[in-house]
């Protein structure tokens, strides 16, 4: 019994630590050598539950961001757009300051990374990821009454908006950029919803 429920555990924890490798160092830079060190898992184990090697690996560990940042959203939307706006400010607010502004995003690592060898399915995994946030967001909008149009583009805005200023942050290695962006994307969804009566 317990070998059973080993063998999940570690395949988890391997994709938690690449996704925490990501979000450091990027695609380019993470090695399925380095990343079963990290997690302390054996090289032969790694390769064992993603034969696809690095390209599986990165591929799963954007799902797990993707999935982590989705159900937040969702369950953060569930309240308005404003309370999902603040929520996905302040997962990625917390993530640059825990890490000392050391990690960012694992989603846009592999999404803006160039390599010969950087398979499609982890690029199809980051513009999944990004997509399905951007979906979450508009519905929510169109539901409190933004126009479709409105809805689409301020949640585009939203997703590119936060992504960019992380980067920005680990640079300056100041939080101030998220801050302001967050504050502007606010004034910008409370402009397309329709006011509350006075």
Not at 44 to 55: D, L, N
Not at 108 to 133: C, G, K, N, Q, S
Not at 182 to 189: F, I, K, N, R, S
């Amino acid at each position: 019994m317990s070998k059973e429920v080993a063998v999940p555990e570690q395949r988890d924890r391997m994709v938690a630590g690449a996704a925490d490798m990501l979000r450091r160092r990027g695609y380019n830079a993470t090695s399925v050598r380095e990343l079963a060190k990290h997690t302390g898992a054996p090289l032969g184990s790694t390769y064992h539950y993603f034969p696809g090697g690095k390209a599986q690996l990165a591929a799963e560990a954007v799902r797990l961001a993707d999935g982590l940042i989705a159900r937040t959203l969702t369950r953060e939307l569930a309240a308005g757009p404003i309370a999902g706006l603040r929520a996905f400010v302040a997962t990625w607010r917390g993530i640059v300051l825990d890490s000392d502004f050391q990690a960012g995003c694992p989603v846009l690592a592999v999404a803006v990374e160039e390599h010969p060898d950087l398979d499609a399915e982890p690029r199809h995994a980051a513009a999944a990821a990004f997509a399905r946030w951007t979906d979450l967001l508009a519905a929510a909008l169109r539901e409190h009454g933004a126009t479709i149009e409105d809805a689409a583009r301020t949640a585009a805005l939203v997703v590119a908006a936060i992504e960019g200023s992380v980067a920005v942050c680990r640079a300056q290695r100041a939080i101030d950029p998220l801050d302001r962006i967050a504050d502007a994307l606010e004034a910008a969804v409370r402009a397309v919803l329709p006011a509350a009566p006075a």
